[in-house]
């Protein structure tokens, strides 16, 4: 691996790493710096992974990857249009060749003191990832994952795209179904293993109680993580107590409110565009005022506390890095059209999280509070149950209007009595969203809050046309 560029991999050891064979080689002193699967998002130097698929093939894409500038390409099948002058090197399976490379050169940050981090959660990891990013980054220079790359295919470009010269790179870990993160912890192996949360994501995915399921596979990382590592783990819930126990209580670090956390945010304060709070640890206690909103965004920031410290990184100076953190998108992002408020929530959801949006949106001032909320999907058996106690809840105080988007939010509508205004939009066209974007007016805040699958961003586009529309 080259000593001159602390990302670069020179393309014939990677080439018998992998144990690919070149259709058409590189010349000798050829390097890849990094990794890309998207040919819009790959910068000159870059090693493009033709990754098949369904719908979008990634051999289709070879010329684009070359006129990016790609070192050289990754490929499973011979292609019929081969780009002149790009180096192709031709593997059986295209992620599985990803993963080895990923596990190499996780290897190579070691060796160059480079701290790996890893972070999972049923709720929070993007914006905790991005916390982190903005505590530590004071103290050292810090990559992360730059969108929910939490996968089998994110995780690996996370780390191929993290250079020997950093001080920590962050990764965030995600999981569908069971056996997910034990597979990525041991691909990241984690200097910090950080846990935010234990809750009711993907339940559908399990059988049984589906709260001690999670509980068991989010623990997994703090399981996997080298033999002196730091692992941070939420106060609760009751759930993961047992996955704790087996775990070196001297490297346990617990981030809550109670008298067991070593690391506290307490006292906290919403204000219409942020969070005020103090972190006590131990018996230092310091004021922090974040630029997120969200109560939730609290526990999310002493994590990221937490890690610091296990860094050694100044508490000051990690304070003063979270005070200028940048919000994930679509997390409780605040989009301001024509003199009213979009909460844009609407990345994914689960019951959770919808609480806990719905709790913000009620403590924000606001002429009308309106929820836009759409399916929560992947939660099973316990669907119709989780849906009619959501529009319970949010029937209990602060909403004046409710828009239930989808055929399982029917049953929000259905349980939201009290509500002054309910409605619901089984199948939503284009002119459902234009009408409601026509709703709006100055001084109402909209919270958008909905599965991924549900796009309920699509509200937002609707809105700023109608008000671009209306300034022309």
């Known amino acids: 691996m080259s000593e001159l560029d602390p990302c670069a991999w020179p393309l014939d050891d990677l080439a018998r790493v992998i144990g690919g064979a070149w259709i058409a080689p590189p010349p000798s002193d050829a390097e890849a710096r990094g990794l890309a699967i998207d040919t819009r998002a790959l910068t000159p130097g870059q090693l493009f992974a033709a990754l098949p698929g369904d719908r979008v093939d990634g051999h289709d894409f070879l010329r684009a ?28 399976d295209v992620s599985e060749a990803m993963l080895v490379l990923a596990r190499v050169w996780r290897e190579a940050l070691r060796a160059a003191g480079v701290r790996v981090i890893a972070v999972t959660g049923s709720n929070g990891k993007t914006t905790t990832v991005r916390l982190i990013a903005a505590a530590l980054g004071g ?182 890095g979270l005070e200028g953190a940048e ?48 399916d929560m999907l992947e939660l099973g058996d316990e669907s119709e149950a989780y849906h009619r106690r959501l529009g319970v809840e949010v029937a209990s105080g602060g909403v004046h209007r409710l828009v239930a988007v989808g055929a399982a939010s029917r049953l929000v509508a259905e349980g939201a009595r009290g509500v002054a205004h309910v409605e619901s939009i089984e199948r939503p066209g284009e002119a459902d969203f234009q009408r409601l974007a026509e709703s709006f007016e100055p001084g109402d805040v909209v919270l958008l809050k909905g599965s991924r699958a549900m796009a309920l961003e699509r509200l937002l586009h609707a809105c700023q046309t109608t008000a671009t529309k209306a300034l022309s």
């Open 65 to 92: 990857a070359a006129d990016a500038g790609a070192s050289a390409a990754l490929i499973a099948r011979q292609p019929t249009d081969v780009p002149p002058g790009l180096p192709l090197l031709h593997v059986d």
């Open 139 to 320: 103290a050292m220079r810090v990559r992360h994952a730059p969108k929910s790359f939490n996968n089998r295919l994110g995780v690996p470009i996370t780390l191929l795209n993290a250079g020997r010269d950093l001080g920590a790179v962050v990764c965030e870990i995600g999981m569908n179904a069971s056996g997910e993160i034990d597979q990525l912890a041991e691909l990241v192996r984690p200097d910090i293993s950080a846990v935010t949360s234990v809750g009711r994501a993907h339940i559908g995915a399990f059988e049984g109680d589906p709260i001690t399921a999670i509980a068991r596979e989010k623990t997994a990382l703090l399981r996997r993580a080298d033999e002196c590592a730091t692992l941070i783990a939420p106060e609760g819930p009751p759930a993961i107590e047992p996955f704790l126990e087996p775990l070196a209580p001297e490297r346990l670090v617990r981030v809550g409110v109670g008298e067991r956390a070593h690391v506290r945010a307490i006292d906290l304060q919403p204000t219409e565009r942020g969070l005020r709070f103090r972190i006590a640890m131990g018996e230092d206690v310091r004021a922090v005022s974040l630029p997120l909103v969200g109560r939730h965004n609290a526990h999310n920031a002493a994590v990221a506390l937490a890690v610091a410290r296990a860094c050694g990184v100044d508490l000051a100076t990690a304070i003063a």
């Open 327 to 374: 919000r994930a998108p679509m997390r409780l992002e605040p989009v301001e059209i024509a003199g009213y408020t979009i909460l844009n929530d609407a990345y994914n959801a689960n019951p959770d999280s919808m609480r806990a949006a719905i709790r913000t949106l009620i403590e924000i001032p606001a002429r009308r509070r309106i929820a836009v909320l759409g």
